[in-house]
């Protein structure tokens, strides 16, 4: 069956199969940073959190939730293209039962590649964590469908990844005179990262996994924060350099393990393509603002955190960045639209609409 099936006797004796569509929509499971957690850190001791308003304002709720934007992020719009709910945080109390069936976020703000990365922000779900938590929820779902489910349920699920940013904004280049800094390179330190990160993404087809999204960074000296940091508020060249030499190493690795594991198993998104897009032109995509952020304070409004006491903006739709380097919920739908359509410049080797299409059709 191409969705799991709920059974219910009658007092008559006929059985009757029930459906929801989030039982019938593929698993969906994330990984990785502040762009695509849905909370876990609301559960630890982290200063990396967006609990508390004005985050969430445009969610459906208006409240809240952890999400690093103004309402929803790129895995809770990949979810509606599923036909299904959003996934919870691995870390949430309401993470069982038949919610297991949907799937799980491990996705921790302040991530990266590297454990060492994002110290400063205290408790959070490093990479070997998640991986980990990945491993239990494995467990846990065993116990609910049955070991042969479960694996059915994990090689048909797509998986969602996102990580390298913080390796460089709050690893390498936090401060002047960084430890990993005096270490490498900055060409030997992103060659590093990509040997680390092969790991993890071969650790993740070790575990099941079978068709995987691997977003790169996106322009990282563009984001408000550097902007406010830089002489007459252009882009930051170093952490431009940064993205510029791990995004084409990152892709060559997946095109490696590809033909390692078959054809379209890891997709390659060029966020900094897409991203780059809004910041070069955003009247194009509808956007006015994509220099300063809707929330935040001091030049771009890039300055600290984005609080109760920060401005905000109203026409939340017309800005690119909605704090100092998340996206608004338009921004996100628009590079998850990319995701789904884009083309071979964007997405490759194939965009995720056409693989789900194929995933589907094999499913029938």
């Not at 991530?111 to 980990?132: K, Y």
């Amino acid at each position: 069956s191409s969705c799991l099936m709920l059974a219910t006797t009658m007092a008559l004796g006929v059985v009757v199969l029930l459906s929801t569509p989030s039982e019938c929509a593929r698993a969906f499971f994330v990984f990785g940073d502040s762009l695509v957690d849905n909370g876990n850190n609301n559960y630890l001791m982290s200063t990396a959190r967006a609990d508390s308003p004005p985050y969430g304002i445009d969610y459906p709720t208006h409240q809240a939730t952890g999400r690093f934007s103004n309402g929803l992020n790129i895995p809770d719009i990949i979810s509606e293209h599923l036909g299904a709910e959003p996934t919870l945080p691995y870390l949430s109390p309401e993470l069982h039962g038949e919610k297991l069936l949907v799937g799980a976020n491990f996705a921790s703000a302040g991530v990266g590649i590297l454990n060492d990365t994002g110290i400063q922000f205290m408790e959070m779900v490093r990479m070997s964590r998640q991986l980990q938590c990945f491993h239990e929820y494995q467990g846990k779902l065993r116990a609910q469908v049955g070991a042969s489910q479960a694996t059915q349920i994990v090689n048909q699920a797509l998986v969602l990844i996102t990580l390298g940013g913080n390796d460089f904004v709050n690893n390498y280049y936090l401060i002047p005179f960084s430890l990993r800094s005096l270490q490498f390179s900055l060409p030997d330190y992103v060659h590093y990262l990509i040997s680390e990160y092969k790991k993890i993404l071969m650790r993740l087809h070790d575990m099941g996994a079978r068709r995987v999204l691997v977003t790169g960074t996106g322009p990282l000296g563009c984001a408000p924060a550097q902007l406010a940091r830089s002489r007459g508020g252009k882009c930051d060249a170093d952490l431009m350099r940064a993205a510029e030499l791990f995004n084409p190493q990152l892709t060559r690795i997946l095109e490696e393990l590809n033909a390692r594991y078959g054809d379209g198993t890891f997709i390659a998104a060029n966020t900094f393509r897409i991203h780059f897009d809004f910041i070069s032109d955003p009247a194009a995509y509808g956007f006015r603002m994509a220099t300063e952020a809707c929330c935040g304070q001091g030049p771009h409004n890039g300055i600290g955190l984005c609080t109760a006491l920060s401005n905000v903006c109203t026409d939340r739709d017309q800005y690119v960045f909605w704090d100092a380097y998340h996206p608004t919920e338009r921004a996100n739908r628009i590079i998850v639209s990319q995701f789904m359509t884009g083309s071979l410049d964007y997405i490759s080797p194939l965009n995720l609409g056409t693989a789900l299409h194929i995933d589907a059709s094999l499913k029938d």
